[in-house]
Nanobody, 124 residues
Framework: VQLQASGGGLVQAGGSLRLSCAAS????????MGWFRQAPGKEREFVAA????????KYADSVKGRFTISRDNAKNTVNLQMNNLKPEDTATYYC??????????????????WGQGTLVTVSS
């Protein structure tokens, strides 16, 4: 399965962006899907995760109340709506998928499928 992330760009603080992650070569409709980000000079960190079939998604404390993860199984995509963006949200955002299990892991090592990343830049 290949993942393709898109939707990044330059936005002013307080603005919004919607990232999308499309899966090809298979379906990840039954998998836990997540978003991670990596700012320049920093380690990759967890942002959000969502489990197929419902249940509460999980968010990093830094994005709670501002970001929303969702999926469209018909389109085989996972989306990340980002509102009230802050300069500290500037990073390359990666979508990822687990191959098995239903735990909403925040550990990137638990994810085996990765997109190429999409850059989000938030200006102050």
């Amino acid at each position: 399965v290949q993942l393709q992330a898109s939707g990044g760009g330059l936005v002013q603080a307080g603005g919004s962006l919607r990232l999308s992650c499309a899966a090809s070569g298979g379906t990840l409709n039954n998998n836990v899907m997540g978003w991670f980000r990596q700012a320049p000079g920093k380690e990759r960190e967890f942002v959000a995760a969502h489990r197929w079939g419902g249940g509460m998604p999980k968010y990093a404390d830094s994005v709670k109340g501002r970001f929303t993860i969702s999926r469209d199984n018909a389109k085989n995509t996972v989306n990340l709506q980002m509102n009230n963006l802050k300069p500290e949200d500037t990073a390359t955002y990666y979508c990822a998928g687990r191959s098995r299990g239903t735990y909403l892991s925040t550990n990137m090592d638990q994810y085996v499928y990765w997109g190429q990343g999409t850059l989000v830049t938030v200006s102050s």
